[in-house]
């Protein structure tokens, strides 16, 4: 099955630092790959995503690369903010036998000092 | 955008008793509804994948006499964790997914088992 590695588990950045967050996958037949945004006890937002057949997705301060060769895709946060601080999940899924599950990695947890 | 909505978002029950969690895609029809479990400072857990009208497929490990899986309609899932103990207490996250919408994640629920 697919393992996806995430790395750093925890993050500290001065406020309007930038922010990058990596991961890998195993499974070369994954082909969508969502980052999501979790505060305490709320459940996972999306916010952003990348589909196999595009190198580079952004969305105003927030930005996502995906190398397939390499099996590696990263978050890229800009200007960071304290409403930035949270756990961030980033996820694989492959379609293939049609189970469309979401592989997650272990998180990381982004602190913005203000 | 996609709404999913999860009830109850925090319950108490006693050892022995019953507790269902519900999960209802509010404008859009889920092909796939997923359950995870998530610990303090860990990721989401996938317990179990289901598609409204058939039997839930669940992941190794997963109890499915413990913990049942109702997809009844295309908007509607419900989890049961059935004679619940204190090991039981968790983070349950539902997620439901649409060709149109991804995946949503609901808020989740706390549940604790005294």
């Known amino acids: 099955g697919e393992n996806v ?7 500290s950045v001065q406020e309007g630092d930038s922010a990058v967050i990596k991961c890998t996958y195993s499974d070369s037949a994954s082909n969508y790959f969502p980052w999501y945004k979790q505060e305490l006890g709320k459940g996972p937002q999306l916010i952003i995503d990348i589909r196999s057949n595009v190198g580079e997705k952004k969305d105003q301060r927030i ?6 060769t ?4 990263s978050l890229h946060i800009t200007e960071t903010q304290p409403e930035d601080s949270a756990v961030y999940f980033c996820a694989a899924s492959s379609s293939g036998a049609g189970s469309y599950q979401l592989t997650f990695g272990k998180g990381t947890k982004l602190s913005v000092i203000p | 955008g ?8 925090r319950v108490i029950c006693k050892s022995g008793t019953s507790v269902k969690i519900e999960c209802r895609s509010l404008d859009f029809q889920a092909t796939t509804m997923f359950w995870y479990r998530q610990f303090p400072k860990k990721s989401l857990m996938l317990m179990a994948t289901s598609n409204e009208g058939s039997k839930a497929t669940y992941e190794q490990g997963v109890e499915k006499d413990k913990f049942l899986i109702n997809h009844a309609s295309l908007t509607l899932s419900t989890l049961t964790v059935t004679s619940a103990h204190p090991e039981d207490s968790s983070f349950y996250i539902c997620s439901a997914r649409s060709r149109g ?3 949503t ?5 706390r549940l604790t088992v005294v």
């Not at chain 1, 390499?70 to 895709?73: G, N, P, R, S, Y």
């Not at chain 2, 994640?105 to 629920?109: E, H, L, P, R, Y």
């Open chain 1, 5 to 11: 590695e995430q790395h750093p588990s925890t993050l």
């Open chain 1, 63 to 68: 930005a996502v690369t995906l190398n397939k």
């Open chain 1, 70 to 73: 390499a099996k590696h895709f």
């Open chain 2, 2 to 9: 996609a709404v999913v909505s999860q009830h109850p978002s």
């Open chain 2, 101 to 103: 919408s991804g995946y």
């Open chain 2, 105 to 109: 994640f609901g808020s989740g629920t």
